[in-house]
């Protein structure tokens, strides 16, 4: 019986793990895929996500996990009416591989056990544990305690659990050898409704020219991307010499009023399961926090004794209380600088829009 088993072994899942190991829980922390496993992401650490890796991991982002240009100096907006908006901060670029390989290592080293290439195909509540449907190289199952479900939206066993309509965005991004007339040192930002549904970007990780659309209609996808290719060579001398590889994925459209999913029942949900996700797809500090969130209401309560599930929640909530406010206010941020995100204006913070079960 474990304690606490973490469904998806991302920032999320890793410093939920970390966290609890240290306080010695008898933790087991699974991820689907073979690590270090490919993760489709910007790959930039915003200050926020440095900090809270020193304040949760007790050290800093080892330099083999980054790539070049090694520092971030900031991210450059485009608007919908074709204004820019450049915001200087401190940064990293860094190989989400390699990165989120460092942040499991690091929850091992504080005594998690970790399995990858092991799928969790589902979680059933009993009385006093929960069962978790495994698939390794078999199929068996594990007893937990408690389960933090930190896998994404591709994950299948939030789908299984609760039933809430989930929309989502699609984003396509390629890696190309080439050059382009920008500073090589900034995340840059496109917000014309002419070149996506969403947001389009480009950035450079050790040489790579990565340009990326996402849309809400797969459909649209291919028109999207050739008209931000054109939109780049045209705007921004963007010279493409080949195409390397390219990498297509998923992440929630966040609602107006950021509605959170906390849990059900004994399964904890957190990081983009929860809806946890601020913009531009920038989810590695949410993740971060959000999973140290979640154990820190673990750690709240007595595992050995009968589990109050309800103090459970009420802690989890508290603890992200400030974080979901910080996502309301990047989300207004966004909304005041591009009609396209208007809907997501938010003010008062009076509408209750979380959900637990």
Not at 179 to 202: N, R, T, V
């Amino acid at each position: 019986m474990f304690d606490v088993i973490i469904i998806g072994a991302g920032p999320t899942g890793c410093s939920a793990a970390r966290e609890l190991a240290c306080t010695g829980y008898h933790v087991l922390l699974i991820e689907k895929f073979k690590m270090p496993r490919n993760k489709s992401c910007s790959g930039v650490l915003i200050k926020r996500s440095m900090d809270l890796i020193r304040k949760y991991f007790g050290e800093n982002v080892p330099a083999y996990t980054m790539c070049t240009p090694t520092d971030n100096q900031g991210m450059i907006f485009t608007n919908d009416k074709g204004r820019e908006c450049r915001y200087e901060q401190e940064g990293l670029n860094i190989w989400r591989d390699r990165f989120d390989y460092w942040l499991a290592r690091k929850a091992v080293e504080a005594g998690a056990e970790l399995r990858d290439e092991t799928a969790a195909l589902s979680c059933e509540e009993q009385k006093d544990y929960v069962l978790v449907n495994l698939k390794g190289p078999s199929l068996y199952v594990e007893k937990a305690k408690l389960v933090i479900v930190c896998d994404g939206v591709t994950g299948s066993v939030k789908r299984k659990l609760v039933h809430t309509p989930q929309s989502y965005i699609t984003t396509y991004q390629t890696f190309h050898k080439g050059s382009i007339d920008l500073d090589y040192h900034y995340f840059y930002a496109y917000l014309q409704p002419q070149l996506s549904e969403y947001d389009a970007w480009f950035n450079v990780k050790d040489d790579y020219l990565i340009f990326g659309v996402s849309v809400k209609d797969t459909n649209r996808l291919k028109h999207y991307y050739s008209e931000f290719i054109t939109y780049m060579k045209k705007h921004h001398n963007a010279r493409i010499e080949k195409q390397e590889r390219a990498e297509k994925w998923l992440m929630p459209h966040i609602m107006p009023g950021c509605p959170i999913e906390y849990g059900k029942g004994r399964m904890l949900f957190a990081g983009e399961t929860a809806g946890f996700l601020n913009p531009m797809g920038e989810g590695i500090s949410a993740g971060l926090e959000c999973g140290y969130a979640a154990a820190k209401a673990i750690e709240e309560i007595n595992l050995s004794s009968e589990l109050d599930i309800s103090a459970v929640y009420s802690a989890y909530r508290a603890n992200t209380s400030a974080l979901r406010n910080y996502m309301r206010r990047q989300w207004n941020f966004v909304a005041g600088t591009a009609d396209t995100f208007g809907h997501m204006k938010y003010t008062g913070f009076q509408v209750q829009t979380e959900h637990t079960f």
